[in-house]
Structures are given as structure tokens and as C-alpha cells.
């Protein structure tokens, strides 16, 4: 059973009599006994008049994927098998980060009918969602108290990263179906593979000519050329205590997801093979041999549940997993957050060697806010402050230059710009023949 608060108003009402009472010389402990007695006897009358929250049958309608920020319709139905009419007030178990309404839904049912409440959700983390019951309450004719139960109907739904950086996909795409010459001449260049054949132009390069094609055509012919297709794209996301630190409104985590997904997304149109891998001690999560429109989906399904950890990456073994995935030429994209010179000492020490054929690409995700306290100079303590933003910095910035001397390439930038700086290499690969 339940109380409301009629019951303290009527209790708090009694202290009129009891005052009265005394004020005429009877005992004001008798008028006390009586009118509590009597807010008792109505409290039980209300419950045993209230209909029975057990008569009834719950179910849920609930999607079972979604994305951060989007509003989601999930819904619960009753279905009264009692002989009266329930007026149920019901409130669904879903946590905190899914943003359901605090408010408890107002439902009448009348006896053998079903009836539905709209209890949309908005979530604003990343993983499973889960809500075990429904708490179903009956409000006695007095409004003094009722009856409430709880009905075990579960509800999941996985919440997708939000892949706020698509609004980059189209731009990339369109320079990336110039690299395909569906809107420019294809032209020859290191790495590039045969396409087709045409007719020469006067200022063509004069090596590509066909001259097997030239004899049977009886006019000069030149082989076109674009760049190579069916590579591999192998990302690796760092999900180790480095991942769990803030950065804007999110983790350094959740950018990584952004730009993962951002560059899986434009690989994939250009035909090349994409592979994840989510790693700090263990797998954590893993895509591969997944292609066209599945790819997406897959990518998406499988970062859903991952967080970072606060434990230390082993770098030997996430490399080593990597040869794993693919032995074929390849981009090795790292997103991580290397940007202190004793904490990269792991990382440095395991980082793989780069050869013609195999490009490595570091990228990280820096704090605006570091560049800003660097020029505070107002106070003394903001000195202070601003010679530890200094100091950060350079830090990183030789953390950078050891990468490039191993061979990689560092891309350091903040959440927003981060995803299409890295698209963006990716496409200056393409076009200069080494991907």
C-alpha cells in the first residue's frame, strides 16, 4: 500500500479539534485519539476500496536501437482484467540517463479495456538501457491512500553514438568522386591502378600511352588511371584511463567514435576495406570483413556498450592484434591521447614500423581550454596556471615529433575538427597514390 499526501493534510486538519477541545477544559488527548482513529479507519477503508494494481496485465513497446539526442516513443499498455475501473498513476523504471519524464503518468482503465501512455525518452549515454519493471499504483476513492505492484516487464534499448560528424560526409564525398574522375580527368600517378582507355589530348602524358591499343585502334590511345580500390583501412580506438577525460561535452572516447565513424563512412564508398578494433587490455569491441551498407550499422552496434576503462593500454598487444585483422598494404589510424611524454613511453616503445606500403596515422583529441589558460597572465595564480598549460603543451608537442621520427603521422585537433582533419588526410593519400 501507499499513503498521499491527503492522509498528512488530514492529520495536520486535526489539530483544529484537539485546540478546541482543550480550549473548553475536556482532555485533549481523547480528541487526538479519536481523530486519529478515525484518519486510520478511512486510510484502511480506502485501500480495501481501491481496485487491485495486480488485476492487471502490462506490456511495453519499445524500439530497440537509438541514437544520443533523439527523442524516443516508447510506450506501456494496460490491460484491466479486474470488474472496476483502475485509475492507475504508473511510473517507468528507466535510470537517469535515459531522460524519461520525472512525472508519474496518469491512466484510467475501465474493467476488460487496454489502455496506452507515451513515456518518450531522451538519452544522453552511450550503452544499454534497461528498465526491469513497472510500478503500477491504485488511488482508493478518498485519494488517502491505495495499492500499489510492481509488474517485471523488462525494456532494453541500445543507444548508438550519435555520429554528429556525417554533416562532413557529403563535402568529402564529392572530392572523393573527383579522386574516382566521375567529374575529372583521371590522370596517372604513384599507386594508382588502370581504369580505362581514351583517345589522346594534345598535353597528356605521353607514358601513358597504349601503344597494343594505339595499333588496333589506328589513332593514339592513352590508359587512365584512378586510385587504387580494396585496400585496408584498419582503425583502433584507445579505450584506457587516457580515453576516460573530458573533453567539451563529452570524453575523449566518444570523439574517437566521431572520427572512427566519419572515416569508416568515406572508406567505404571508396572501396576500400575497413577494420575496427576497440582495445585497452582486451578486445573490447571488433569489426571486420563487413562491407557496403552493413558496414555502418555494425560499427555502430559494436561501439554502442563500449567505455573506457581506467586502466593502462597494453600497446604490445593491441599492435600485435592488428596484424591479426589484415597483413595486405594498409592505413593504420590510432585514436588516442598521447600528449604526455611518460605516459607515451608504452606507446612509443610498441609503435610498428611504417613502411612504403603501410601508412600510420596517430590522431588525438585536445582541450581548447589548455591553449586558452596558456595566455592568462592577469594574476599571479593565473601564471602559474598558464606555465602549466605551457608545459602541456610541449609535452604534446614532443610526444608529436617522436611519432614522426618513428615514422607516423600526428594529427592533434579538438573534437569538433578532428573527425574531418582526419577524413581529409585520408583523401590527400588517396590522390597522391601512397593508399
Not at 66 to 83: C, D, H, K, Y
Not at 306 to 332: C, E, K, M, N, Q
Request: with cysteine; glycine share 8%.
Amino acid at each position: 500500500m501507499f499513503v498521499t499526501g491527503r492522509l498528512a493534510l488530514a492529520v495536520g486538519v486535526g489539530i483544529v479539534p484537539v485546540v478546541l477541545t482543550g480550549l473548553v477544559g475536556y482532555p485533549a488527548y481523547a480528541a487526538l485519539g479519536i481523530w486519529s482513529a478515525a484518519c486510520v479507519l478511512l486510510t484502511a477503508l480506502d485501500v480495501m476500496l481501491a481496485p487491485s494494481p495486480r488485476a492487471v496485465t502490462a506490456t511495453r513497446r519499445v524500439p530497440n536501437r537509438t541514437r544520443i539526442g533523439e527523442l524516443v516513443p516508447v510506450s506501456v499498455a494496460l490491460q484491466n482484467t479486474g470488474s472496476r475501473t483502475l485509475h492507475a498513476l504508473i511510473r517507468d523504471a528507466w535510470q537517469p540517463t535515459a531522460g524519461a519524464d520525472g512525472t508519474r503518468q496518469r491512466l484510467e482503465v475501465p474493467p476488460g479495456e487496454r489502455r496506452r501512455v507515451e513515456i518518450p525518452l531522451l538519452p544522453r549515454r552511450r550503452g544499454e538501457l534497461v528498465s526491469e519493471f513497472v510500478m503500477v499504483r491504485s488511488r482508493g476513492p478518498l485519494g488517502l491512500a491505495g495499492r500499489q505492484a510492481r509488474h517485471r516487464v523488462r525494456g532494453a534499448i541500445r543507444v548508438l553514438p550519435a555520429f554528429s560528424s556525417r554533416k562532413h560526409l557529403p563535402s568529402r564525398l564529392a572530392r572523393l568522386r573527383e579522386l574516382d574522375g566521375n567529374t575529372s580527368i583521371q590522370v596517372r600517378g604513384q599507386g594508382t591502378e588502370f581504369d580505362s582507355l581514351r583517345e589522346y589530348v594534345r598535353g597528356d602524358d605521353v607514358r601513358s600511352i597504349d601503344w597494343r591499343a594505339t595499333a588496333r585502334a589506328g589513332t593514339t590511345m592513352l590508359r587512365t588511371w584512378r586510385p587504387e580500390r580494396d585496400r585496408h583501412v584498419v582503425i583502433i580506438i584507445d579505450t584506457g584511463r587516457t580515453a576516460a577525460a573530458r573533453v567539451g561535452d563529452g570524453t575523449r572516447v566518444d570523439a574517437s567514435l566521431e572520427a572512427a565513424l566519419l572515416l569508416a563512412a568515406l572508406a567505404a564508398r571508396a572501396g576500400d576495406h575497413v577494420h575496427l578494433l576497440m582495445y585497452d587490455r582486451v578486445v573490447r569491441a571488433r569489426v571486420t570483413g563487413v562491407e557496403g551498407a552493413a558496414l555502418l550499422p555494425a560499427l555502430t552496434d559494436a561501439m554502442a556498450p563500449v567505455h573506457a576503462r581506467l586502466v593502462d593500454t597494453d600497446w604490445p598487444s593491441a599492435f600485435a592484434a592488428v596484424r591479426t585483422l589484415t597483413t595486405r598494404p594498409s592505413l593504420i589510424v590510432v585514436l588516442t591521447a598521447q600528449d604526455a611524454a611518460e605516459s607515451a613511453r608504452g606507446f612509443l616503445g610498441a609503435f610498428p614500423d611504417a613502411t612504403r606500403a603501410t601508412s600510420i596515422l596517430v590522431g588525438s583529441v585536445t582541450d581548447d581550454g589548455i591553449a586558452d589558460l596558456a595566455r592568462q597572465r592577469g594574476s599571479r595564480e593565473e601564471v602559474y596556471v598558464a606555465a602549466a598549460a605551457e608545459k602541456t603543451m610541449r609535452e604534446a608537442e614532443n610526444v608529436a615529433d617522436a611519432i614522426r621520427r618513428a615514422g607516423g603521422e600526428a594529427i592533434a585537433a579538438d573534437p569538433e575538427s578532428l573527425p574531418p582533419r582526419i577524413a581529409d588526410r585520408y583523401l590527400e593519400l588517396k590522390a597522391a597514390g601512397r593508399l
